[in-house]
């Protein structure tokens, strides 16, 4: 994670996205606290980077996604798009600063206007920014756009004539393939792609991310890759941030995460990746976590003054870990930034030792 830019620093300099101490919490069922979905994550995507942002089910993943793109607004925290800071931005302000960012979701089914042709949901964007190939359009004529929304089309993979379809005319592919040209439509700086390829089927999970890499390749732009999918991101991502109940505890360049994780609950996520090689899978230890998530309560979680989150006196993951000892259960761990041959790499652990060396989480908890 890099430090915050200059407010005046030179347009094309700031990183795609910046994301401080991004704070979202949801009141919980009857008065009784609020809901911690995201509490305190930083992290940063450069212009051209990828970077993926992993967990499981539930660990807020998602609603840092929906931060980013000002579809939920944060508790507190600040959210900045090449430089320029977006958290605060009414609506009317912050329309012209859309062209810049985009999100895919995760099921396109649900995400598509079934009533509208491919050609107005491709288009949409086009006409609403007044942009087509980076230049003002002349004069929004319908030739112009839709020779737009063909070239498009073209370059996700999919014929001109899918133009003049609707979506459930369309297979699953197809119709994420139509999302991806939407939002790619007006080349933004910064594209979050939540979950991309869960909702498809496995036959065509890897030709989405394929087309994903190669546009994302030709166009430059920076991409937030949020996913379960430990396969997936391996192959997408420069780095990746690891999520557990809504904290980032774990960031570094990709190919040195997979190669030594350094938190233990990374290391046991890790763990359940399956490997091709059959002797190997069965030389390799498996990671089991117990206990569960109740042990790792984190108050009433109400915000104190300002919409600031109250700070946590524990690690979040010491009700699992199979390494956790007493100051795990009443101190919170820093976030700390170890060196790395790939770049500086970051941990939330006590277990971590300032020079980079890690505990070994399979001693201590093991299934063959």
Same mark, same amino acid.
């Given at each position: 994670?890099?430090?915050?830019?200059?407010?005046?620093?030179?347009?094309?300099?700031?990183?795609?996205?910046?994301?401080?101490?991004?704070?979202?919490?949801?009141?919980?069922?009857?008065?009784?606290g609020?809901?911690?979905?995201?509490?305190?994550?930083?992290?940063?995507?450069?212009?051209?980077?990828?970077?993926?942002?992993?967990?499981?089910?539930?660990?807020?993943?998602?609603? *840092?996604?929906?931060? &980013?793109?000002? #579809?939920?607004?944060?508790?507190?925290?600040?959210?900045?798009? %090449?430089?320029?800071? $977006? =958290?605060?931005?009414?609506?009317r302000?912050?329309?012209?600063?859309?062209?810049?960012?985009?999100?895919?979701?995760?099921?396109?089914?649900?995400?598509?206007?079934?009533?509208?042709?491919?050609?107005r949901?491709?288009?949409?964007?086009?006409?609403?920014?007044?942009?087509?190939?980076?230049?003002?359009?002349r004069?929004?004529?319908?030739?112009?756009?839709?020779?737009?929304?063909?070239?498009?089309?073209?370059?996700?993979?999919?014929?001109?004539?899918?133009?003049?379809?609707?979506?459930?005319?369309?297979?699953?592919?197809?119709?994420?393939?139509?999302?991806?040209?939407?939002?790619?439509?007006?080349?933004?700086?910064?594209?979050?792609?939540?979950?991309?390829?869960?909702?498809?089927?496995?036959? *065509?999970?890897?030709? &989405?991310?394929? #087309?994903?890499?190669?546009?994302?390749?030709?166009?430059?732009? %920076?991409?937030?890759? $949020? =996913?379960?999918d430990?396969?997936?991101?391996?192959?997408?991502?420069?780095?990746?941030?690891?999520?557990?109940?809504?904290?980032?505890?774990?960031?570094?360049?990709?190919?040195?995460?997979?190669?030594?994780p350094?938190?233990?609950?990374?290391?046991?996520?890790?763990?359940?990746?399956?490997?091709?090689?059959?002797?190997?899978?069965?030389?390799?230890?498996?990671?089991?976590?117990?206990?569960?998530?109740?042990?790792?309560?984190?108050?009433?979680?109400?915000?104190?003054?300002?919409?600031?989150?109250?700070?946590?006196d524990?690690?979040?993951?010491?009700?699992?870990?199979?390494?956790?000892?007493?100051?795990?259960?009443?101190?919170?761990?820093?976030?700390?930034?170890?060196?790395?041959?790939?770049?500086?790499r970051?941990?939330?652990?006590h #277990?971590?030792a300032?020079?980079?060396?890690?505990?070994?989480?399979?001693?201590?908890?093991?299934r063959?």
């Open positions: 994670m890099s430090t915050a830019p200059d407010a005046t620093a030179p347009e094309g300099t700031a990183p795609a996205l910046e994301v401080r101490g991004l704070v979202r919490h949801f009141a919980a069922p009857r008065g009784k609020s809901v911690r979905a995201v509490d305190g994550v930083s992290l940063t995507v450069g212009r051209g980077e990828v970077v993926g942002l992993v967990g499981e089910s539930g660990s807020g993943k998602s609603t *840092v996604g929906r931060c &980013v793109v000002r #579809l939920d607004t944060p508790t507190a925290g600040t959210v900045r798009i %090449g430089g320029t800071d $977006i =958290t605060r931005l009414s609506r302000r912050l329309r012209p600063l859309r062209k810049d960012f985009n999100i895919v979701y995760q099921d396109p089914s649900a995400s598509l206007d079934p009533r509208m042709r491919v050609s949901i491709v288009g949409e964007p086009l006409l609403l920014h007044r942009v087509v190939s980076g230049t003002a359009l004069g929004c004529t319908r030739d112009e756009v839709r020779g737009r929304v063909e070239e498009l089309l073209g370059q996700v993979g999919l014929p001109p004539g899918t133009a003049d379809r609707r979506p459930h005319e369309l297979s699953g592919g197809q119709r994420q393939r139509v999302s991806i040209a939407r939002a790619l439509a007006v080349d933004p700086m910064l594209l979050v792609a939540d979950e991309p390829t869960s909702a498809l089927d496995v036959s *065509v999970q890897a030709s &989405v991310l394929n #087309l994903l890499a190669d546009l994302q390749r030709d166009r430059g732009f %920076g991409c937030l890759f $949020i =996913t379960h430990l396969a997936a991101v391996e192959f997408l991502a420069d780095r990746i941030a690891v999520m557990y109940l809504g904290e980032i505890i774990e960031t570094a360049p990709a190919a040195e995460l997979f190669a030594a350094k938190h233990p609950y990374t290391q046991a996520l890790l763990s359940a990746v399956p490997v091709p090689d059959p002797p190997v899978q069965r030389a390799r230890k498996r990671i089991v976590l117990q206990g569960d998530l109740s042990g790792s309560a984190l108050g009433p979680g109400l915000p104190g003054p300002g919409g600031v989150a109250q700070t946590v524990h690690c979040r993951f010491h009700t699992r870990c199979p390494l956790a000892f007493d100051r795990c259960r009443t101190e919170a761990p820093e976030h700390r930034t170890l060196p790395g041959p790939g770049g500086t970051t941990v939330a652990c #277990l971590v300032d020079d980079g060396t890690a505990p070994d989480a399979a001693a201590a908890h093991v063959p």
